[in-house]
């Protein structure tokens, strides 16, 4: 009779989740694969039989979130009015960001790349937001660089729902700027508009 199988899909899961808090609560360099594994019950072989190393294993918890926003964005119904999908697809990623503050972190915490210049791939969550762009550019009611109007939209709510995590908001507050932050920046971006 072989040995009981110890580092299965629950070690796994285990694994991925508390690689996920841990990342999103402490500084990157203090999560060692053996302080993650501690904290996640296992053995640290475990981090190298499941997933070869510790980068892939960042990779995955990267991957579970880029997923699940992709999913929270890809769940908004295509509105009849092209401004009203953008302001729904911003108020999706808000409610996704509060729901799972550990992945959103994860995503976005810290120092972090974000180029929408480059190719955009299938469940990338930026996709569609620029299709949604891209819709209201061709009914008139956008006009300027879809990447630059997408990244304009995700500076402000990023910044907005960065403060929300961190309590600098009462959500009152949040609610408010929220309510309001979006529709400014798009009529930045109404043709006719300098700038």
């Known amino acids: 009779m072989g040995r009981p199988r110890t580092n299965d ?7 991925v989740v508390t690689a996920t808090e841990l990342f999103a609560t402490r500084p990157p ?11 996640a019950g296992a053995a640290t072989a475990a981090v190298y039989t499941l997933f070869g190393s510790k980068e892939a294993l960042v990779e995955e918890v990267r991957a579970r979130a880029v ?3 992709f999913g929270a964005l890809s769940a908004v119904p295509r509105s ?8 729904t697809l911003a108020a999706a990623y808000r409610r996704w960001a509060l729901d799972q503050p550990h992945l959103y972190t994860v995503l976005f915490g ?3 790349t974000f180029e929408p210049t480059g190719p955009v791939g299938t469940g990338d969550p930026i996709g569609i937001l ?13 006009s300027g660089d879809e990447q630059a109007i997408a990244l304009s939209i995700w ?3 990023h910044g907005l729902v960065t403060l929300e995590l961190a309590g600098a ?7 408010a700027t929220f309510a309001a932050a979006i529709p400014a920046v798009l009529r930045g971006w109404r043709p006719g508009r300098d700038g």
């Open 80 to 87: 009849p009015d092209a401004l009203t999908g953008i302001e």
């Open 169 to 175: 908001l009462t959500p009152a507050v949040a609610e």
């Open 110 to 112: 810290g120092v972090r």
């Open 67 to 69: 997923a699940g926003l």
């Open 130 to 142: 620029l299709d949604a762009i891209g819709r209201a550019c061709d009914e008139g009611v956008l």
């Open 9 to 15: 899909d629950t070690v796994k899961e285990r694994l």
């Open 29 to 39: 360099e203090s999560v060692t694969i053996r302080a993650l594994a501690a904290a």
């Open 155 to 157: 500076v402000s709510l």
